[in-house]
Every structure is written in C-alpha cells, then in structure tokens.
C-alpha cells in the first residue's frame, strides 16, 4: 500500500454537489492499493497512519504527537494513481494497481481496520471510484509518502545490477586515467 498523508487544518471531499466526508484538524491521507497487497499491508498502513508524529505536543515541540493523542480525524481517499508509473511514454501505466473490483472491499476493509483500532467516528472517507473533489488546507504544510513495502517494489535485475556495476567501472577509469593526467601536468612544471 502507499499514502501521501497531509496534516491539515480541515479536509473535505465532494461528490458531484455532495459533501461526502470532512474532518477538522487532522489527517488526510491518499491510499493506493497494489494487487500484490495483503492484510499485512493493511495493517501495517493503519497502525503508521494512526501513530505518525506529524502534530506538536502542548509546549510546541514538534513531531511529538500522532492523530490518535490528540484524538483528531482521518479522511481516507481512495486514489489508485499513487500506483501509475511513468517511465514510459506519455500514458500513465496503473497495472500495478489492484484492480476496481477487488480494491473496493480491500480499501472498506482498510478503513474499517482504522476504526477499530482508534475510532470509527473519527474516520471519514471519499466515494470510492467516483470522480472527487478534494480541498484541504494544509497545516504546515506537513506531506509525507508511505509504503508497507518500501524496498521491494521493482527489485533491480541481474542485468540492471550488472549495468550499474559496468557504469562506476568505466566512471572509475576514467577518472583514473584523468588523474593520471593531472600528475603528469604537475610533473612537468616541476
């Protein structure tokens, strides 16, 4: 899984001319689910978004306080874009993403999980597959990504490491035979 989480100030999201979920101070967080995702993922997704320090304690140190100490709001988005890559042309490639059908009932099974483990009644959500309107004053701002697997998505080939390997060997020669060079200038105006 992947989320971009802002704290903010407020957050809505509007469906159409619907308001269909809106917090105060809290979080809003994008999730993106990849059909390699498990329940594992989701668990580890919920307990990070619930306890990320991203507010200020009482004296105002920051980085001091989650949204579940402070007792403030989520506002869960689904957005199956955070899984688009780029690399390619001019199209985003979503194949990564899980697909429409079963995504739904992963993405209420997510947000359920991030009731029971706080409040259900601090949790908010958009219209899952509907075309959104999401406003948010950003407090801060404060953005960060997340992932439950951060290093092992497109793990390196053989071919990619031997690539690299080739790259910093021909990098290192050159700049050997540019040092070389240098010594020998030196040299010289002794």
């Not at 483990?117 to 959104?132: H, N, R, S, V």
Request: proline letters at 3%; one cysteine or more; a neutral charge.
């Amino acid at each position: 899984m992947r989320a971009v989480l802002q704290k903010v100030l407020q957050a809505s999201v509007t469906v159409g001319d619907r308001v269909v979920g809106e917090i105060g101070p809290g979080v809003c967080v994008l999730i993106g689910i990849s059909h390699e995702d498990t329940t594992e993922d989701m668990e580890y997704m919920a307990k990070k978004i619930l306890s990320i320090r991203v507010f200020d304690d009482d004296s105002g140190a920051m980085w001091k306080k989650s949204v579940k100490d402070l007792n403030l709001q989520v506002l869960c988005v689904s957005q199956f874009t955070l899984y688009g890559k780029t690399t390619k042309g001019s199209k985003p490639d979503f194949h990564q993403a899980m697909k429409s059908s079963e995504s739904r009932q992963f993405f209420d099974d997510f947000v359920y999980r991030l009731g029971q483990l706080y409040d259900p009644l601090k949790i908010q959500t958009g219209e899952f597959g509907a075309m959104m309107k999401v406003a948010l004053v950003n407090d801060g701002p404060v953005t960060l990504e997340l992932d439950s697997r951060k290093f092992s998505y497109d793990k390196p080939s053989q071919q990619q490491n031997a690539a690299a390997a080739k790259a910093v060997a021909k990098e290192q020669r050159r700049q050997g035979f540019s040092q070389k060079t240098n010594d020998v200038d030196k040299a010289d105006q002794i």
